[in-house]
């Protein structure tokens, strides 16, 4: 990331230098920080909002009631965990703070599914199958809340913010098919 | 005219404090506290997002913008992409705050409800972090070989890609 952003700028100057409009830098580089600070703080309003009836959702039991609908759906995806292992109740949570768009409770809940997939490892610093499936559900990430996307929508003025709630879960879910396909086909090869 | 989407925010804005009350949840605290969440996410997010738009920015100004989306149109065309979703789709598994920052920019130059300010946000939100993501999962428990894990990740976000530009073809018509 480091030589990416530093480049940017040479990049910029080198194409302000061939196109002689140095001042014109200059606006954008001050003007570009002072926007984001506008910014910030309607972006910082919308996302209080909906953390805060978020948190009240989980707290009301919204996770519990999502894992319940999910563990069907899961349990065939991960076949190789014993019954009623304690990895599986972490990767409902997981899946389920995912879908709400609870990122800070999805991250622990994964991690944890993480620590005990590895009780169940092998060959130590190898990944198993049912850690790459976790991960392909993670990488998707599909949301039905997408609170960030949504208070930068409100934040840059939109009509309709969630407009396009509908669409990108569709896509993820695109995403997810053609993941978990490809989980499963080259689960067998790439040992 | 009002959509389904005008009544959504509504609904969950007045749905969610009543589901909780019914719940037996102090919710006027439990809100206090997410909202606390919200605002340090906001000023976790704020320095990044200076650094890429303050960049992104400098790049437009200058013209090297223009040279970049000017030479990548006609091979981002011939797959049916506009152009100015590469650098978009580029960082997307790399840095979830640097897309954000990127989406951010594409509306504000193009607006939030223009095609490219949708499709950004469609992008935005229907793939997560997934370099981020394998490094963070997979090194909390010690393993280096992901196997096929990166494959999958990355295809399936090329995947999200293709899907969000026909999908917002189609749903907004």
Request: contains cysteine; charged residues 15%.
């Amino acid at each position: 990331m480091d030589y990416v952003w530093t480049l940017l700028f040479v990049a910029a100057i080198v194409a302000a230098m061939v196109n002689g409009r140095p001042e014109a830098l200059t606006k954008a580089a001050t003007e570009g920080a002072a926007a984001t600070v506008q910014l910030g703080m309607t972006l910082a309003g919308a996302l209080a909002l909906w953390n805060g009836l978020l948190r009240v959702a989980a707290k009301g039991g919204v996770l519990d009631g999502a894992g319940r609908l999910l563990r069907p759906i899961l349990r065939p995806l991960f076949p190789s965990l014993p019954a009623g292992h304690a990895a599986f109740t972490h990767i409902v949570a997981n899946t389920s703070a995912n879908l709400l768009g609870l990122g800070s409770a999805a991250t622990p809940a994964g991690l944890k599914a993480m620590a005990e997939l590895e009780t169940l490892n092998p060959k130590r610093g190898t990944a198993t199958d049912a850690m790459c499936t976790l991960l392909v559900l993670n990488t998707v990430g599909v949301g039905l809340f997408p609170a960030t996307v949504l208070s930068l929508r409100a934040a840059m003025g939109s009509n309709d913010p969630a407009a396009t709630v509908v669409p990108a879960v569709l896509a993820s879910l695109c995403a997810l098919a053609a993941g978990l396909i490809l989980d499963r086909t080259l689960r067998r090869r790439w040992r | 005219m009002s959509t389904y989407s005008d009544w959504l925010v509504p609904i969950i804005v007045c749905g969610i404090p009543l589901f909780g009350l019914l719940r037996g949840i102090p919710v006027y605290a439990e809100f206090v506290e997410g909202a606390r969440e919200g605002l340090l996410l906001a000023a976790r997010l704020l320095p990044y997002l200076a650094a890429i738009v303050v960049a992104i920015s400098a790049l437009r100004a200058s013209g090297a913008m223009d040279w970049l989306v000017g030479a990548l149109a006609g091979p981002m065309a011939a797959l049916g992409l506009p152009a100015e979703l590469l650098p978009l789709a580029a960082i997307r598994p790399i840095s979830g705050s640097g897309a954000l920052a990127l989406t951010a920019d594409l509306m504000r130059q193009h607006g939030a409800d223009s095609a490219i300010g949708r499709l950004a946000c469609v992008v935005q939100g229907s793939t997560d972090t997934t370099l981020y993501i394998i490094a963070v999962y997979f090194g909390s428990v010690g393993v280096r070989r992901v196997r096929h894990a990166l494959a999958c990740g990355l295809i399936a976000d090329a995947v999200a890609m293709f899907a969000s530009v026909y999908l917002c073809r189609w749903w907004f018509g």
